[in-house]
T-cell receptor, first 113, second 114 residues
């Protein structure tokens, strides 16, 4: 069966520090991968998605970036965090090539102080 | 563009009460529709889905019917339990550049009290 992992689970970082969040998927190949942010009272916002290694599409301009160095690994990064980057970050995967549901990881709670 | 509108929460119900969470959508064509549930501190789990008009999705006692004429996908459960306390998200799937993507509503927080 397929599983999706995210780490760390919780992170507290000062403003201006770098960020690296990791997501890995097991039990499937060639998935579509997604990063979402959930801010208080604002629902889920799609940040990035990837249909293959090295292929990243950005939905929202910001100081975050994403990379996909391996087929089942998706990384969310920032060089300098802002207070507004605080939130709950969710990674998701879906089967590629069709209208398939997305499966979400457990999330990372990021607090920027 | 595509959008999903959910009823404002929070919703507080007593155990065994009937639940309805309204969801309407705006989209081009006929998207697939989903309900996801998020328990405290966790990621989202798919609750149910419907892929075409008049389809009914169901799971764990929850149901939702894809109504094309009213562009709605309301979530219902006949008798809620304390364990149903969570945030519920309605979503539609659309075709983006190279992949299918989800647009979510803002979520409705449900609290069920004994």
């Amino acid at each position: 069966s397929q599983t999706i992992h995210q780490w760390p689970a919780t992170l507290v970082q000062p403003v201006g520090s770098p960020l690296s969040l990791e997501c890995t998927v097991e039990g499937t190949s060639n998935p579509n991968l997604y990063w979402y942010r959930q801010a208080a009272g604002r629902g889920l916002q799609l940040l990035f998605y990837s249909v293959g290694i090295g292929q990243i599409s950005s939905e929202v301009p910001q100081n975050l970036s994403a990379s996909r160095p391996q087929d089942r690994q998706f990384i969310l990064s920032s060089k300098k965090l802002l207070l507004s980057d605080s939130g709950f970050y969710l990674c998701a995967w879906s089967v590629r090539g069709g209208e398939y549901e997305q499966y979400f990881g457990p999330g990372t709670r990021l607090t920027v102080t | 563009g595509n959008s999903v509108t959910q009823m404002e929460g929070p919703v507080t119900l007593s155990e065994e009460a009937f639940l309805t969470i309204n969801c309407t959508y705006t989209a081009t064509g006929y998207p697939s529709l989903f309900w996801y549930v998020q328990y405290p501190g966790e990621g989202l789990q798919l609750l149910l889905k419907a892929t075409k008009a008049d389809d009914k999705g169901s799971n764990k006692g929850f149901e939702a019917t894809y109504r094309k004429e009213t562009t709605s996908f309301h979530l219902e459960k006949g008798s809620v339990q304390v364990s149903d306390s969570a945030v519920y998200f309605c979503a539609l799937m659309y075709s983006g550049a190279g992949s299918y993507q989800l647009t979510f509503g803002k979520g409705t927080k449900l609290s069920v009290i004994p």
